[in-house]
């Protein structure tokens, strides 16, 4: 079960969008709505830098669509994508437009809610894709800007069991048509919901948060 008490907190995301995204995996993804509590533990993620990377909605620059990226760490920053949703978790400091997309899930917790408000049943597709997540967990353009760190609503939580190095592999970020070649994607290895797959490497590190 979750526990509202154990939010990450901003610590965690102040720092590297690929070390937070590396991190993440294992940790709880948490909806709290009057219908009830809908989580999952994270399995896959893919960091969007600061610099240097064509993919990142910050290349260009500040903008009221991607204000959020370069808001302080620890917020949510959710954008539209075909009249669909994308949720991201921003790390680094303030004015910094980094983040980390969250792009699948395994339900934890409130699989019923979530495939209502989905409309579908097929268990292994129901939050595989950030777009899939975001709807399962009635996530959309209105919690831009949210702060994940204070345990309310919607947050991430510590993971609930350790997540060792040997589980955790990267691969070249997917869906994207610039920056393809940059080793951003995180999974957890063999995971069912895991959205894709692409070449991998296994990763050199992990830390328990």
């Known amino acids: 079960m979750t526990n509202i008490s154990r939010p990450l907190?901003?610590?965690?995301?102040n720092r590297g969008a690929a070390d937070v995204a590396h991190d993440l995996l294992g940790a709880i993804l948490v909806r709290s709505t009057d219908q009830g509590l809908s989580s999952g533990r994270i399995v896959e993620t893919e960091a969007y830098l600061p610099t240097d990377d064509a993919a990142s909605h910050s290349f260009r620059g500040l903008t009221p669509r991607n204000a959020?990226?370069?808001?302080?760490?620890?917020?949510?920053y959710v954008y539209t994508i075909h009249a669909r949703f994308c949720f991201n978790a921003v790390t680094e400091e303030k004015g910094v437009g980094s983040a980390v997309l969250v792009r699948a899930i395994?339900?934890?917790e409130g699989m019923e809610l979530m495939v209502?408000?989905?409309g579908k049943h097929a268990a292994n597709n129901l939050v595989r894709g950030p777009a899939r997540l975001c709807e399962a967990l009635d996530v959309d353009r209105s919690w831009?800007?949210?702060?994940?760190t204070d345990g309310e609503q919607l947050w991430i939580?510590?993971?609930a069991t350790p997540l060792f190095d040997q589980q955790i592999v990267v691969t070249s970020r997917i869906g994207i048509s610039t920056a393809q070649d940059k080793m951003l994607r995180f999974i957890?290895?063999?995971n069912k919901y895991v959205s894709g797959t692409?070449?991998?490497n296994r990763s050199g590190r992990s830390v328990d948060w």
């Not at 907190?9 to 995301?13: S, W």
């Open 9 to 13: 907190p901003r610590k965690f995301y």
């Open 68 to 76: 959020s990226m370069f808001g302080p760490p620890g917020h949510a």
């Open 106 to 108: 395994e339900p934890l």
């Open 116 to 118: 209502e408000r989905r």
């Open 144 to 148: 831009d800007g949210w702060d994940l």
């Open 157 to 159: 939580e510590k993971r």
């Open 188 to 190: 957890v290895q063999g």
């Open 198 to 200: 692409a070449a991998i």
